[in-house]
């Protein structure tokens, strides 16, 4: 396409392309931001404007943009093998490779891995494989999940039913059955006069109750996020993990911990789970995968599962053209071997996540925060009209839009979720960067009040 001018590409884009998430007719009306080239943890749009990308694209750019070795491996592997697919017993280099690697960085119970091309193609794949895993084990009963209120597991019919987003279940009669909802841990919102530790145990308990409303028998998985990322960050309160670990030891019940947002780095560990000392059954992973270079995701799954599944399963009826795509894998590959040599991981943990905490949390002072919180290079701020009673102007997140816009407008990519603005930046953000990341912030938030 030659060269068009901002408003001759917004034209065009107006008038074919159906975006995600997004209302087409304010869209039309209002026309859209366009993006043009990215470098480090920097994005220009068509007007020449530079901004600081506090979200890592969405959640997923973790090394960085314009790292040009990722375009090479593409290139030479789309020369060498372009397409091949792993069915009916073949398979290639990368996708064995990259099974390897990332059998290396996940918790040690976790050698294997069910490739396919997205976070929400891997909890389609999670629904089925669970499901599937109880038929063998002799105990067809067990096919409930049991997911939290406000979870995000991705866009698909079965990914949109595990989350919990009310919004998305209202279009197309979601959920679908065998999957229900309970309370999540967000102290901030639903925390009433209870203490954070205190709410943390309530909110746990939440799991314990539906399992016996249920019945044990009838309950196949609980899948949950570490921290809850597209329902704005929800840090949960430090009493909740160890007693959702309590129960489901009671209770014969996988663990299923959605790492799309947190795996590959973004809490100063590999994984959310070995963050929080979780021993998951399943893990569902994507975006950081590959830094969202390529598109690919997968499914880790732990020995219990594998062990059954190789076994005992014959066919597993399931899997993607693109399940280990030889493209994607190669660029994923790469991309794991540059956070592991490179020591960005590690960075995160001793330098730049307590560097972020604590710069962040002098956000805390400001008239319209009545909550800072974030581990790693995730955070979140709530805004409210009255820090005490932890209310919100009104229940449009409108204060929150506002405070997005004059982000963008100022050379700052926040989100925010309803009321709450959330960064979750590339992890080779330097602490200059940082500083530069939280003045703006404190600007936008200025303008905002
Ligand atoms: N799971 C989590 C925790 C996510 O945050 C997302 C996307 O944001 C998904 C799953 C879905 O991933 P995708 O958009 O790649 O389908």
Known sequence: MKALDTAQLQALDREHHLHPFTDFKQLGEEGTRVIERAEGIYLWDSNGNKMLDAMAGLWCVNIGYGRKE?????????????????????????????AKLISEVTPAHMNHVFFCGSGSEANDTVFRMVRRYWDLKGKPNKKTFISRINAYHGSTVAGASLGGMGYMHEQGDLPIPGIVHIAQPYWFKEGGDLSPEEFGIKAAQALEEKILELGEDSVAAFIAEPIQGAGGVIVPPETYWPEIKRILDKYDILLVVDEVICGFGRTGHWFGSDYYGLKPDLMPIAKGLSSGYLPIGGVVVGERVAETLIEEGGDFNHGYTYSGHPVSAAVAAANIRILRDEGIVDRVREETGPYLQKRWRELADHPLVGEVRGVGLVGALELTNDKAARTRFDDKGSTGTLCRDFCFNNGLVMRATGDTMIISPPLVITKEEIDELVEKARYCLDLTA
């Open 70 to 98: 990722l375009a090479e491996v593409a290139y030479e592997q789309m020369q060498q093998l372009p397409f091949y697919n792993a069915f009916f017993k073949t398979t290639h280099p990368p996708a064995i490779d990259l």
